[in-house]
């Protein structure tokens, strides 16, 4: 299955709307189908579906999941956030750096000291 490439840096910069509107239509496109199949498939109206792509609105969280559902993609992929993000590793907030599970326990524990 070819995976699909994403332009996370739209994300950053505010721009999710637009982004996971992108998305869903370069998805639905590389799969050959509509807007109409697509909202047919999602039970919702092809009008909800261009507005998506077009992005006047974002689809509430139980939409995406049937959405990456249907492409067979994870809604990271979907709304662009499976940059950066390496197994034991997370992003502290606020602070863009990474800090491994590892480094998180030694400094629990030397706080417990």
Known sequence: MKR???CPE???TGKAEKSIGE???QLRMQKGI???ALASELNIRRQ???AYER???LPDIFVLIR???FFGITLDELTGRSIGKREG???ERGTGKNRSAEEKGMEAKEETL
């Open 4 to 6: 699909f490439a994403l």
């Open 10 to 12: 739209k994300q950053m």
């Open 23 to 25: 998305n869903i239509r």
């Open 34 to 36: 509509n807007q109409s």
């Open 48 to 50: 909800t579906i261009s």
């Open 55 to 57: 992005g006047v609105t």
């Open 67 to 69: 959405i990456a559902d």
């Open 89 to 91: 590793e997370r992003i």
